[in-house]
C-alpha cells in the first residue's frame, strides 16, 4: 500500500474504534491524533482538556513561543516545519551540562532540574511532558510556588511511581491549561502526537486567516 493509504486507512479505523465522543472538533482532532500514534484508543478517550487547553496553545504557537519538553525523545517528535513556520523551536535541558551536574549534587532526576533550570523559558511556552513525572510534579511546583505560567502543559508522562499523583496534581489546578489523563498510561509518543495536532490546528487557522483576507 502507497504510504498515504496507510495513513489513511489507520485514521479510518481510529475513527471507527473511538465512535462519537461528546468533545470539541479541535480536541477531537487531538484525541485521534494520539490514539494514532499510541493504538491505545482508551488513553486517547480518556484524554482530559483544561477549557482553555487548545485555543491557548494555538495562540503560543502562532505567536512563536517555543516548546519546551522533558525528553530528547520527546522533542525528537515535535514536527519542526510546523513550528519554525511561526518562529519558534523546541528545547530540552535534561542533558545541559549544569543540569547533569545539579541533579547529581541534589539527587534529584535530571528531568526535574531541567524544569528548573528551564524556568525563564517556560513563561508563556508550550511545555510537553511525556516520559518523567518528577519534571511535572516540579513544574506544578514552578507554578504553585514561583509563578511559573506557560501557555499549555501537555502533561502525559508514563510511569508505575508518580505518574498518577502528578497528572492529578495538574488537574487540579486551573491557573495554566493542560492536557493530561488521569491513569500511569502515556509517553513521549503521546505528547508529542498532541502537541503536533496543536501545531496542525495553528497551521490550519493561520492558512484560513490568509484565505480569509485575500
Known amino acids: 500500500m502507497h504510504p498515504m493509504e496507510i495513513e489513511r486507512k489507520s485514521f ?16 477531537l482532532e487531538i484525541i485521534r491524533r ?28 502562532r505567536a512563536g513561543h517555543n516548546i519546551i519538553t522533558d525528553v530528547h525523545m520527546l522533542e525528537a517528535g515535535i514536527n519542526k516545519r510546523f513550528i519554525e513556520r511561526f518562529g519558534g523551536r523546541t528545547g530540552c535541558f535534561i542533558a545541559h551540562p549544569r543540569v547533569v551536574k545539579e541533579a547529581a549534587a541534589n539527587g534529584a532526576t535530571r ?15 508550550l ?3 511525556g516520559n518523567a513525572p518528577s519534571a511535572l510534579e516540579e513544574l506544578c511546583r514552578m507554578m504553585e510556588e514561583e509563578d511559573c505560567r506557560p501557555a499549555l502543559i501537555v502533561g502525559l508522562p508514563v510511569g508505575f511511581v508518580g505518574a ?4 492529578a496534581r495538574l488537574a487540579g489546578q486551573n491557573t495554566v491549561p493542560y492536557i493530561a489523563n488521569a491513569d500511569r498510561r502515556g509517553g513521549s ?14 497551521a490550519k487557522d493561520a492558512d484560513t486567516l490568509v484565505s480569509c483576507q485575500a
Do not use: C, W, Y
Request: charged share 20%; proline share 1%.
Open 12 to 27: 479510518r479505523i481510529v475513527s471507527e474504534l473511538l465512535g462519537k465522543l461528546d468533545r470539541s472538533g479541535e480536541e
Open 34 to 61: 494520539v490514539a494514532h500514534a499510541t493504538a491505545d484508543i482508551e488513553m486517547a478517550k480518556g484524554l482530559l482538556f483544561h477549557p482553555q487547553a487548545v485555543a491557548r496553545g494555538i495562540e503560543a504557537v
Open 127 to 129: 511545555a510537553a511532558i
Open 111 to 125: 528531568a526535574s532540574t531541567a524544569m528548573k533550570f528551564a524556568a525563564f523559558e517556560l513563561q508563556g511556552t
Open 164 to 167: 498518577v499523583e502528578a497528572k
Open 189 to 202: 509518543a503521546a505528547a508529542a502526537a498532541a502537541v503536533n495536532a496543536i501545531l496542525r490546528l495553528a
